[in-house]
């Protein structure tokens, strides 16, 4: 069965600090990959996604990921972070079957420090 | 270019009773999912639309329906609330290949 996995339910870091959240999939054929932010009681804002090509792929407010297949993994990096990035993020995985539905890993929420 | 409105952002509604969210897409999306997060269990993905069409559905029971119109608006309803349907329902909208557009969800608080 397809899933989503993120390992780290809190991190917290310091404002400037680099950032990297783990994800993890697991998925027969190549998956649609994508990273969502959360703000408290607010929906999903799409950060990033990857279809093909490039592994390495660019987002919105500095956030970057890369996919590595032989890892099944698809990590959030930001080389400095700023308060604002305090937030939930979501890892999730697309599929090719003609249909929209994302399976979402649970969540990492991230805590910056000043 | 305006975003995926959900209507009523904030419901109370008590045990028995069934409610009605809806979710307008952006224009020209004419696929409508919707998602259900708790603390729990986490996201999880009740059913989409294409076209009028149900194309998939999560593993909920048939309480949980939907249906979208000609123009791509959809609604969702839940009949016979139990308080643990309590949740943040979000809406999402898409042209193709997953890329989900989300709306800022109803909080449904069920009592």
């Known amino acids: 069965a397809q899933s989503v996995t993120q390992p780290d339910i809190h991190i917290t870091v310091s404002e400037g600090a680099s950032l990297e959240l783990r994800c993890n999939y697991s998925?027969?054929?190549?998956?649609?990959l994508f990273w969502y932010v959360q703000s408290p009681g607010q929906g999903l804002q799409l950060l990033l996604k990857?279809?093909?090509?490039?592994?390495l792929v660019q987002g919105i407010k500095g956030f970057e990921a890369e996919f590595k297949r032989s890892q099944s993994s698809f990590n959030l990096r930001k080389p400095s972070v700023h308060w604002s990035d305090a937030a939930e993020y979501f890892c999730a995985v697309g599929f090719s079957g003609g249909y929209n539905k994302l399976i979402f890993g649970a969540g990492t929420r991230l805590a910056v420090h000043p | 270019k305006a975003g995926v409105t959900q209507t009523p952002r904030y419901l109370i509604k008590t045990r028995g009773q069934q409610v009605t969210l809806s979710c307008s897409p952006i224009s020209g999306h004419r696929s409508v999912s919707w998602y259900q997060q708790t603390p729990g269990q986490g996201l999880q993905f009740l059913f989409e639309?294409?076209?009028?069409?149900?194309?998939n559905k999560g593993n909920f029971p048939g309480r949980f329906s939907g249906r979208q119109f000609s123009n791509s608006r959809s609604e969702m309803n839940v009949s016979t609330l139990e308080l643990g349907d309590s949740a943040l329902y979000l809406c999402?909208?898409?042209?193709?290949?997953?890329?989900?557009?989300f709306g800022q969800g109803t909080r449904l608080t069920v009592v």
């Open positions: 998925y027969g054929a190549t998956p649609y």
């Open positions: 990857y279809f093909s090509g490039d592994t």
């Open positions: 639309y294409f076209s009028e069409t149900q194309r």
């Open positions: 999402a909208s898409s042209i193709d290949r997953n890329e989900a557009f």
